[in-house]
């Protein structure tokens, strides 16, 4: 019986294995959680990937609207198309959950992260540290004889890079917010 | 206001134990007549009072117990009515809200602990939130999937005066969607009309819905003429002496409904949840089947088994526009080819899975629960168990005519469930006859329960199979683990019917067959709780039986099947 067209239902994962990956590839997704902001709400969320065994791979969260109590929390995970669908699923669950966005397929969205990074170094290190600065835009806010703390916004990708890149030029330490994410266009 | 506002939400019952921080509501409750509450003997038995209460009523349970360890002791029967999407409110005490965070005496982080076991949870600091809380948690507690809730209410909360909202003025934004898709629908109805195999899979979302999805899915069933299977805790939503009713499916269930799945071209899931006593080896799940499946929570559809028509809904709204769009298209089914599905059907319930080696000498565990099916059918009658082998016999033993006369531990399988239900439910209904089908080791998790069955004249049998082994433990590692039987023996039990009297209850004994019945009469007409200690078979095993890692068309019937079937990669799984 196949009138219908739909394709046919079994999957091929076994009973244990739930989050098997036969097939399907592995997917990066941004999600942008809005919640009422009450107490022990974000542990709610992190409960969630930590009890069913999801990923975090970054985490943002922050009051939006001051009067109506309501907050938002952007997560960036991973996992096939059938984890991230029951990730929204679940989230949606969450009774102080208004509402879930999966920003990766609700059409094109800007995603933007910023770090602080201190290097150390005298000489050449110093100098080249300052002129690739220059090339990432990145400021620097605070600067000693022997350091800079460099301020860089972009994405997760322009972030790892720079870090690569200062870490043979005296990177000591840094710092990231994790990933703020928002659609593009009006709505 | 504790008081006030479980008044305004109709509950005149709740299950609970005192302790110093919830005293402000236990004077509250002494002050007043509308609400009684009933003692328990352990926190725990309060919260399956409250499930079996729930269960058999379709209203919420309310239990009320006192900070840290009243609350600690609550968490197992939280995690089981999440697991079983019972509706829970769940009163916990704190400490004053100037002492939290100070390991003051009694302090437990109720909230943080209750967080993963309970559908929501609250601390209300603040005397004025309390009411509107309240309200809320009755709210989110029975909308959308039922799920136990909690909330946690300070000392000082209690004894502070505050402003009282009513039920009317509380806005939620929780409100789930009970219609369900019409295209969706419309493309179920399609695939029905067409169907040469169909079955619908039908599960306790069914129950959850009301009696009026119970009666819906009759008139389907009925008029389309398709088989019906229901997992353990859809029991009863169709009638067992329908014409329709395949019997229970899954691990434990009938070879008819387990190959009538697996072989199926439409299957029809109705509130259940592709569980995995169901399911067993995912890719060899009924593989040539489109699947449907109605479920009032988006997490549920597509969780394990890929589904072909989804629909995001409640029960009867759903059921309701199948059926005006099924008629409304002119009632076709295939019919031909169904009844030849059926000839298919009979063939397999030919081989009569559940016949067994009757003895004359011992009881066999399912003799006796068909002598008990035959002498109670009549009554009004509500079934508890507990968890283990007698549990699956009785599901498969009993029949059961309606909705909510049926509670049992399905997800989490606490053993310790089915005493304190069987007194929710006797406390519900008052005149039927309300019986748990136990397990010797089971009901000794939760026997203090006597004592509050005694105080109130709840007069619930407790019908013991008794086979002094943790049955179902003993069975897989006969089956598992080359019959080395560590730690399934019960040893050390007490006299049950010496036990029963201690308590002032009726201890009855029975080891003969031929005095079965003679027994089982006396522990119905009793009036007062009675102790049945009914010595079984030790050894029987419990059959049809789906192995671990195994499909549906690879079940075990009997004795004679049982060596070394579960292979290595079966034997990890639970
Ligand atoms: C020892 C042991 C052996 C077992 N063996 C078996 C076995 O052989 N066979 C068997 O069937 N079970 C067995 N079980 C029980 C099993 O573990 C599961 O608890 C059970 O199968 C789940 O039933 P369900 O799918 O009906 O889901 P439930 O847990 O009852 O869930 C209900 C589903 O319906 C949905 N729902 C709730 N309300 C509504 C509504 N108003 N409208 C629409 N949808 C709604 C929920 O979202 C959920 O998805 C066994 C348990 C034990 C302890
Ligand atoms: C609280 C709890 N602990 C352990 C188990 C594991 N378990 C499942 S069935 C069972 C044996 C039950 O024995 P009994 O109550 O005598 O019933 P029988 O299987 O013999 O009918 C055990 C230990 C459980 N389900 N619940």
């Known amino acids: 019986m196949n009138a219908l067209n739909i394709k046919q239902g079994a999957t091929s994962h076994s009973a244990y294995n739930l989050r098997s990956t036969y097939g399907d590839e592995n997917e990066r997704h941004t999600l942008a959680i809005i919640v009422e902001n009450q107490p022990g709400v974000l542990a709610r969320v992190i409960g969630l990937f930590s009890g069913r065994g999801y990923n975090i791979e970054s985490l943002t969260v922050s009051e939006i609207d001051h009067e109506s109590h309501t907050s938002r929390i952007t997560v960036a995970t991973t996992g096939t198309p059938q984890v991230i669908d029951q990730i929204k699923a679940q989230l949606g669950r969450i009774v102080p959950v208004k509402d879930v966005h999966d920003l990766t397929v609700e059409g094109p969205s800007v995603e933007r992260e910023l770090a602080l990074f201190k290097v150390a170094g005298t000489g050449d290190k110093r100098v080249e540290a300052l ?53 593009r266009g009006q709505d | ?171 939620s934004h929780y409100t789930p969607k009970v219609k369900g898709d019409l295209d969706q629908i419309t493309a179920l109805v399609e695939a029905m009309e067409t169907a040469e195999k169909p079955i619908f899979y039908t599960g306790g979302g069914v129950i959850n819905s009301g009696p009026a999805a119970s009666q819906l899915l009759r008139e389907l069933v009925d008029s389309t003429g398709f088989p019906i299977t229901s997992t353990l805790m859809g029991l009863g939503s169709y009638p067992a002496s329908g014409d329709k009713w395949i019997g229970m ?48 929570d988006p997490s549920s559809i597509n969780k394990v088994i890929h589904v072909d028509i989804p629909i995001v809904g409640d029960v009867a709204h759903v059921l309701e526009d199948i059926l005006k769009v099924w008629k409304s298209r002119g009632r076709k089914t295939a019919s031909a080819e169904v009844k030849s599905w059926w000839k298919q059907i009979e063939d397999w319930r030919a081989i009569r899975c559940l016949d067994y080696k009757n003895s004359e000498k011992t009881i066999k565990p399912q003799y006796a629960l068909q002598r008990l099916q035959e002498l109670t059918k009549t009554h009004d009658r509500y079934i508890t168990t507990e968890v283990g082998q007698h549990q699956m016999w009785a599901a498969q033993y009993l029949g059961f005519e309606d909705p909510n006369r049926w509670m049992t531990s399905g997800g989490l399988g606490t053993m310790g469930y089915g005493f304190p239900a069987s007194i929710g439910v006797q406390v519900a209904h008052p005149d039927a006859l309300v019986i748990n089908v136990a397990g010797e080791a089971s009901w000794l998790m939760n026997m203090q329960e006597m004592g509050t069955a005694m105080q109130y004249h709840l007069p619930v049998k407790q019908f013991i199979l008794n086979n002094e082994r943790l049955g179902m433990v003993r069975q897989w590692q006969e089956l598992l683990h080359g019959e080395r039987y560590s730690s399934s023996w019960s040893e050390a039990l007490p006299d049950f019917v010496k036990l029963a009297e201690a308590f002032g209850a009726k201890g009855i004994i029975c080891s003969d067959p031929a005095d079965l019945d003679d027994a089982i009469m006396e522990m119905i007409t009793y009036d007062g709780p009675v102790l049945f ?32 079937v579960i292979d290595a990669k079966g034997s990890v799984l639970v």
């Open chain 1, 131 to 183: 002129r690739l600065a220059d090339i990432f835009r990145a400021n620097a806010v605070d600067s000693t004889l022997e350091s800079f703390v460099f301020e860089l916004t972009g994405t997760s990708e322009k972030i790892d890079a720079f870090a690569e890149l200062m870490r043979p030029l005296g990177l000591v330490e840094m710092a990231r917010t994790g990933v703020a994410a928002l659609s």
């Open chain 2, 1 to 171: 206001m504790v008081v006030q506002a479980l008044k305004d939400q109709g509950v005149d019952t709740v299950f609970g134990y005192p302790g110093g921080a919830v005293l402000p509501i236990y004077d509250e409750i002494f002050q007043q007549n509308g609400i009684r509450h009933f003692l328990v003997r352990h926190e725990q038995g309060a919260v399956h009072a409250a499930e079996g209460y729930a269960r058999s009523t379709g209203k919420p349970g309310v239990v009320l117990v006192t900070s840290g360890p009243g609350a600690t002791n609550a968490v197992t029967g939280l995690t089981d009515a999440l697991l079983d999407s019972i509706p829970l409110v769940v009163l916990t005490g704190q400490v004053p809200t100037f002492m939290i965070g100070s390991d003051a005496f009694q302090e437990a982080d109720t909230v943080g602990i209750t967080r993963p076991c309970t559908k929501h949870n609250w601390l209300v600091k603040d005397t004025d939130a309390l009411s509107g809380t309240l309200h809320e948690a009755f709210h989110v507690a029975t909308t959308g999937r039922p799920g136990p809730v909690l909330i946690d209410i300070p000392k000082d909360v209690q004894f502070a005066e505050g402003e009282y909202t009513g039920p009317k003025a509380i806005k």
């Open chain 2, 249 to 296: 499916l899954g691990m434990h269930g009938l070879y008819e409904a387990n190959l009538a799945m697996h072989g199926c071209d439409l299957m029809i899931n109705i509130g259940a949840r592709f569980d995995d006593r169901i399911t067993g080896k995912l890719d060899e799940f009924s593989p040539n089947s489109v699947k449907a499946h109605v479920d009032i």
């Open chain 2, 533 to 564: 200690d009914c010595l079984v078979e030790k050894h029987e095993n419990c059959f049809p039986m789906i192995p671990s890692g195994k499909a549906h068309n690879e079940m075990l019937l009997g004795e004679a099947e049982t060596q070394g």
